[in-house]
């Protein structure tokens, strides 16, 4: 079952702030972060690991809340450059506590930046 | 260029026939794995290799799909008897797997290879 990213659409002017959100029914091992924009490939922006852990590079960060089995990315001051699609991949735990980057994709959020 | 390559980028096929895809992951990368995607949609699993096995193919779409790793390196994708379907981007990703748990796995795409069934 693929995870539920909210809201689908966000529309901002640069400058401006959002917040995309991922929810899964099952327990994860880690949520993993993709922009991509049209007719490109996914990329990378960070890897989440449980334990409840909160990442940053320069004005995008995420957080992973393990108990909730949610995570948020955080994009402030938007500039241009973000405007794609954002995807959340959740990796659910193998047997022993390992993982092999099994990705289940969420339904990805659209995010328009104009000037 | 370091990253994951595909090729080819874009192939347009008849309906019925058999088209493969090559992928070279990144050079130091055990992993590699194949997903699909169609318009709208996020990235699909399809299967996975460690080095030149292939740990899980249980969400191959078919027994028409097939993947192989055969000296661990580059990797294929072959679609027999291709159908409309079967229309999609199919991406390639690579990682370098740790022996250690809670490492996590940081995965990078390749551009994908956009099929076209006609």
Not at chain 1, 18 to 44: M, T
Not at chain 1, 80 to 95: N, R
Not at chain 2, 71 to 78: P, V
């Amino acid at each position: 079952q693929q995870p539920v990213q909210s809201p689908q659409a966000v529309i901002l002017r640069e400058g401006e702030d959002a917040v995309i959100n991922c929810s899964s029914s099952k327990a994860l091992y880690s949520v993993h972060w993709y922009r991509q924009k049209h007719g490109e490939a996914p990329v990378f922006l960070m890897i989440l690991l449980k334990g409840g852990e909160q990442k940053g590079h320069d004005k995008i960060s995420a957080s992973f809340n393990e108990k909730k089995q949610q995570s948020s990315l955080y994009l402030t001051a938007s500039q241009l450059s973000y405007s794609g699609t954002y995807f959340c991949g959740t990796e659910e735990p193998e047997a022993g506590g390992t993982s092999y980057g099994k990705l289940t994709f969420g339904q990805g959020t659209i995010l328009t930046v104009h000037p | 260029d370091t990253g994951v390559s595909q090729d080819p980028r874009h192939k347009i096929t008849k309906r019925g026939q058999n088209v493969t895809f090559r992928c070279d992951p990144i050079s130091e990368h055990n992993r590699l794995y194949w997903y699909r995607q169609t318009l709208g949609q996020g990235p699909e699993f399809l299967t996975y290799f460690q080095n030149e096995a292939q740990l899980e193919k249980s969400r191959l779409l078919s027994d028409r799909f097939s993947a192989e790793r055969p000296k661990g390196s580059f990797s294929t994708l072959e679609i027999q008897r291709t159908e409309q379907g079967d229309s999609a981007m199919y991406l390639c990703a690579s990682s370098l797997g740790r022996a250690s748990p809670y490492s996590g796995n940081t995965i990078y795409f390749g551009e994908g290879s956009w099929l076209t069934v006609v």
